[in-house]
């Protein structure tokens, strides 16, 4: 069964760092496409980013960012460990929300569309203070 796990949210200043992983079981998670998303209080989820599949070996992949995160976060894929990062520098407090990681099969995963993704965990919190 397809499984994704957020975690590494937690409390951070503005101007920190964080980093949050998704570890997949049951499948391997480079021959998707993976992507991260976020929902503030109120607000629909939105994309934040996404890294293409790969081949069997490799850990890389191209890339996709939101306008409002791009320079400030990096996605990576550690292909060995089945787990995707987020590495998110310089935060702001409209960074504030529920992160969650999903897949896609889909050529236009790097439009990040929540409808393209899934399944949908549990997510992990994210809070940045000012």
């Known amino acids: 069964q397809l499984q994704l796990v957020e975690s590494g949210g937690g409390l951070v200043q503005f101007g920190g760092s964080l980093r949050l992983s998704c570890a997949a079981s049951g499948f391997a998670l480079n021959s998707y496409a993976i992507g991260w998303f976020r929902q503030a209080p109120g607000k629909e989820r939105e994309g934040v980013s996404s890294?293409?599949?790969?081949?069997?070996?490799?850990?890389?992949?191209?890339?996709s960012y939101a306008g409002s995160v791009k320079g400030r976060f990096t996605i990576s894929r550690d292909t060995p460990k089945n787990t995707v990062y987020l590495q998110m520098n310089s935060v702001k407090p409209e960074d504030t929300g529920i992160y969650y990681c999903?897949?896609?099969?889909?050529?236009?995963?790097?439009?990040?569309?929540?409808?393209?993704?899934?399944?949908w965990g549990q997510g992990t919190q994210v809070t940045v203070s000012s």
């Open positions: 890294i293409s599949r790969s081949s069997s070996s490799s850990s890389g992949g191209s890339t």
């Open positions: 999903a897949v896609t099969r889909s050529s236009e995963w790097y439009r990040i569309r929540p409808a393209d993704f899934g399944p």
